[in-house]
């Protein structure tokens, strides 16, 4: 069974930085892309962030655009996203999440998540 | 960037019964439309793609339909585990890739 599991988040101040990590087992990571999405508290689900099974072709949300970065380490089996310029609104559980397919079709079906990691944006 | 509405925003049914959910796109998303679960405290687990297919290890009970702007997921009859928030999602024009903003299935 695929498995997905998220670290980095915590509590942060305005304007900080933090970087998530998603270590991914038990699929070939370098066939797949990659995908963050995240929920506000009490809220819906959000896309973040895509990134293509080789890492050369990536996609934000305009929201996060400029701010949120995403990679990866094939080398390693594991999806990054480094966040800066913090905002109180990005306040979220940001899930990792697996394509469906290697193919364009399929990449932004989402069939594994992670259980997500917090991210606090608090003075 | 297309919106995607879900309606009702909530949903009160027994067990046993079949419950509808709705989910309208503000232009065509073709069959490019998912459904996901999610349980309180858990992450999504995908239900239906292509707007009717299953996902692997879901339920029979489980069914999508539709096409274009309009389209449904049914639960056939529903049993205790099944009571969440469903959410659909279009893939057909990213990015962005949207959600609704969810159905709450509660027990009646």
């Known amino acids: 069974q695929v498995q997905l599991v998220e670290s980095g988040g915590g509590v942060v101040q305005p304007g900080g930085s933090l970087r998530l990590s998603c270590a991914a087992s038990?699929?070939?990571?370098?066939?797949?892309?990659m995908h963050w999405v995240r929920q506000g508290p009490g809220k819906g689900l959000e896309w973040v962030a895509f990134?293509?099974?080789?890492?050369?072709?990536?996609h934000y949300a305009d929201s996060v655009k400029g701010r949120f970065t995403i990679s990866r380490d094939n080398s390693k089996n594991t999806l990054y996203l480094q966040i800066n310029s913090l905002r109180l609104e990005d306040t979220a559980v940001y899930y990792c999440?697996?394509?469906?397919?290697?193919?364009?079709?399929?990449?932004?079906?989402?069939?594994?998540w992670g259980q997500g990691t917090l991210v606090t944006v608090s003075s | 960037e297309i919106v995607m509405t879900q309606s009702p925003a909530t949903l009160s049914v027994s067990p046993g019964e079949r419950v509808t959910f709705s989910c309208r796109a503000s232009?065509?998303?073709?069959?490019?439309l998912a459904w996901y679960q999610q349980k309180r405290g858990q992450a999504p687990r995908l239900l239906i793609y292509?707007?009717?297919t299953r996902a692997t290890g879901i339920p029979a009970r489980f069914s999508g339909s539709g096409s274009g702007t309009e389209f449904t997921l049914t639960i056939s009859s529903l049993q205790s585990e099944d009571f969440a928030v469903y959410y659909c999602?279009?893939?057909?024009?990213?990015?962005?890739?949207?959600f609704g903003q969810g159905t709450k299935l509660e027990i009646k």
């Open positions: 999440a697996k394509s469906y397919s290697g193919y364009s079709s399929g990449w932004y079906i989402f069939d594994y």
């Open positions: 038990r699929f070939t990571f370098s066939s797949y892309g």
């Open positions: 990134i293509r099974f080789d890492g050369s072709d990536k």
């Open positions: 232009q065509s998303v073709n069959s490019n």
């Open positions: 292509g707007a009717s």
């Open positions: 999602q279009q893939y057909d024009d990213w990015p962005p890739s949207t």
